[in-house]
């Protein structure tokens, strides 16, 4: 990539500007793909998550933007959706150098980033608040929506863009301050987003961001949901550190929100269409290369299809094109990291033991990939869903299918999980596609079709060990607002 010489440099973003952190440390960040150092960044402790808060707080008790009219917010989100799509081309690289993301993927999360400024810019404009009146002809009562405060955003690293701004823009439009911390495996994203809202007009001090590497990352992200300067953490990471949050939270009631992990039904019965079932059941487990929280990853297939679909989904399999991230061909790039690597192998091996390997099982022979983090898409029959394969979240390209008869057995075995984030059914009976899709307890459901209906502005978010909270919509915005009634007696 010819990237080691010379790898950008990134600073924190405290105050509207960049800031080296207080220690002077810096941590590199290097390529899934061929491990060539991509990025230098500034690696923040405490002192500089303390710095963060400080200036969120002022920014929120007394600046300009918790108050600003609602026109304000509109133009500062919706002029940051112009600046990020018009340098679409260089955050999609910085995706694809420090993550590994195929470049066709990380175009499309530039533009979903900017349609949710967009969008939120939107409700920003809209929101009114109501009134009540009839109850009492005496009184008139208020409802209003105020900002939470200062918001805290921990994020992860598989939609580095997305997953940000879907936090960013809902608590910008709700007129809250905010400091990020992206998780270290891929943080440029954010720091460009930060410049892009400066430059849109957003007030210094509104959005900060604070990086740091692995460790000192999980104690910057305890330290931001145990400060008493933070009245909302809205996180996004796995099931453990999640739980860690929400426990050190409760030292001043905090808001909290978790989108954590999951372990998704993609059930197919018999009279599903059966080839459109097959090649949307490779992208809801190899999309991202299976990095995706509302995988598909455990795919329940009724036993009167089950050799058709396996030979159609093994030929959907093949077709994908693992390669250098910067090639628009690629359709699965790296894993994110070694030790991710590691993990998914390993449970590959679990899977060797406890299942029938159909496909896949590996890093792929091709020399010219070895230097990278690959796993094959990797398909394994007969799985038991008790099974650690089928029950824990591997977050790699690796698919459990689990036969079934009846479509109580289906609801069963798909709620047979400690997570509820998604799921899929396939079938041509409305009836069913509507009994199934109401027992499933996942926070989403998708008939006949998987993550590709082109909603992208619905609820996002689990049940159950998938977390608490909701991302996107309407709701993705009251998520950063208090509700406050006010009632006035006239005399
Ligand atoms: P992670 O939990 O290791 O890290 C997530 C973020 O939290 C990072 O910024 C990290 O620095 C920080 N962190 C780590 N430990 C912490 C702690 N104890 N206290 C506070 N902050 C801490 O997760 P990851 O490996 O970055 O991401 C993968 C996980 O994220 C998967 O489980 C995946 O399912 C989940 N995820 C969920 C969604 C969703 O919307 N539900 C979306 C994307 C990813």
Known sequence: MGAENAP???????????????????????????????????????????????VARREFD????????????????????RLLTADAENVAMRMVLESGKPVTLAL?????????LEYYAGLALSAEGSAVSERNPQALGLILREPVGVAALITAWNFPLLGVVCKLAPALAAGCTVIAKPSHLCPGPTLLVARCLTEAGLPDGVFNVVTSQQERGAVVGQYLAASTGVDKIAFTGSTTSGRSVMRAAAVNTKRVA??????????????????????????????????????GSRLLLHRDVHDEFLAALTEHAAAQVLG????????????????????????????????????????????????????????????????????????????????????????????????????????????????????????????????????????????????????????????????????????
């Not at 993609?266 to 992208?283: C, L, Q, S, Y």
């Not at 909701?470 to 950063?480: I, K, Y």
Request: glycine residues 12%.
């Open 8 to 54: 950008e440099e990134f600073a924190l973003w405290l105050d509207g500007k960049p800031y080296p952190a207080a220690s002077g440390a810096r941590f590199d960040s290097r390529s899934p793909f061929d491990g060539t150092l991509v990025g230098r960044f500034a690696d923040g402790g405490e002192a500089d998550a303390a710095r963060a808060v400080e």
């Open 108 to 116: 499309g999360e530039v533009a979903a980033a900017a349609r949710c």
């Open 62 to 81: 007394g600046g300009t933007w918790p108050s600003s009219p609602s026109r304000r917010r509109y133009e500062v989100l919706s002029e940051a959706a």
């Open 258 to 295: 978790l989108e954590l992990g999951g372990k998704s039904a993609n059930i197919v019965f018999p009279d599903a269409p059966i080839e459109d079932a097959a090649r949307n059941a490779i992208g809801a487990f190899t999309f991202n290369s299976g990095q995706q929280c509302s995988a």
């Open 324 to 491: 250098n991230p910067r090639d628009p061909a690629t359709t699965m790039g790296p894993l994110i990291s070694e030790q991710q690597h590691r993990r998914v192998l390993d449970y590959i091996e679990v899977g060797r033991a406890e299942a029938k390997l159909v496909t896949g099982g590996g890093a792929p022979s091709d020399p010219a990939l070895e230097r990278g983090h690959f796993v094959e898409p990797t398909v394994f029959d007969g799985v038991d869903n008790s099974s650690r394969l089928a029950q824990e979240e591997i977050f790699g390209p690796v698919l459990s299918v689990i036969p079934f008869e009846t479509e109580q057995e289906a609801i069963a075995l798909a709620n047979d999980s400690a997570y509820g984030l998604a799921g899929g059914v396939w079938t041509r009976s409305i009836d069913r596609a509507i009994r199934v899709a109401k027992s499933v307890r996942t926070g989403k459901m998708f008939v006949n079709c998987y993550n590709t209906a082109g909603l992208d502005d619905m609820p996002h978010g689990g049940y159950k060990d998938s977390g608490t909270g909701r991302e996107f919509g309407t709701v993705g915005l009251e998520e950063f607002q208090e509700l406050k009634t006010v009632q006035i007696l006239l005399r």
